[in-house]
């Protein structure tokens, strides 16, 4: 069965620009959430779409959006790029998205600001 | 505000030797969850614990979940090479209509042969 495919793998982008990344989940998963890994700040949950809607967002500014399709595929976008965004983008895609559910990650988007 | 703390940060050992990692929360967790990042890749889940005082065991690896269900702790016993890598918890926060995972920082685990 394919594993969660994030494309694309590496981005670099100006300070200004907006950048959109793509998540595909595991067949069947209808819970995709996404995170930003940073040095400094670990693994940073920005937020989880199930079944085409928004549940959950975490402390992010609104200049990061995203989206879920019908088929689960989902999408994230960041305006005005700030050289703080750089960072490994993280996808990660469940059955139901309960407690017990195992969350399996993309190999996620390192995108560059600069 | 980080609500997960994992300690230690670096962890370098030589091959054969036994180490635990340690996982402390602020917060009550529905189920808590290790994984392991390999540079490069994405986290792999590892193993789920859900209830207070409870212990699993993954070959050399045993986790172990607090009777509070606040902390957590991974014993790796006669640490291999291929142990190496990013070790991190992850609270796990469900209910009607969500669902996030909040990680600890990550213990970053070097074994030398």
């Known amino acids: 069965k394919a594993g969660v495919t994030q494309t694309p793998r590496y981005l670099i982008k100006t300070r200004g620009q907006q950048v959109t990344l793509s998540c595909s989940p595991i067949s069947g998963h209808r819970s995709v959430s996404w995170y930003q890994q940073t040095p400094g700040q670990g693994l940073q949950f920005l937020f989880e779409y199930f079944s085409e809607t928004q549940r959950n967002k975490g402390n992010f500014p609104g200049r990061f959006s995203g989206r879920q399709f019908s088929n689960s595929r989902s999408e994230m976008n960041v305006s005005t790029l700030e050289l703080g965004d750089s960072a490994l983008y993280l996808c990660?895609?469940?059955?139901?998205?309960?407690?017990?559910?195992?969350?399996?990650f993309g190999q996620g988007t390192r995108l560059t600001v600069v | 505000t980080q609500l997960l703390e994992q300690s230690p940060q670096f962890l370098s050992i030589q091959e054969g030797e036994n180490l635990t990692v340690y996982c402390n929360s602020s917060s009550v967790f529905s189920s808590l969850q290790w994984y392991r990042q390999e540079p490069g890749e994405g986290p792999v889940l590892l193993v789920t614990v859900v209830t207070g005082g409870e212990v699993k065991k993954l070959k050399r690896l045993t986790f172990q979940f607090g009777d509070a269900r606040k902390d957590s702790s991974l014993h790796i016993t006669a640490a291999q090479p291929g142990d190496t890598g990013l070790y991190l918890c992850a609270g796990v926060r469900s209910g009607a209509g969500s669902y996030q995972l909040t990680f600890g920082k990550g213990t970053k685990l070097s074994v030398i042969p």
């Open positions: 990660a895609s469940s059955f139901s998205g309960t407690q017990n559910t195992e969350a399996f």
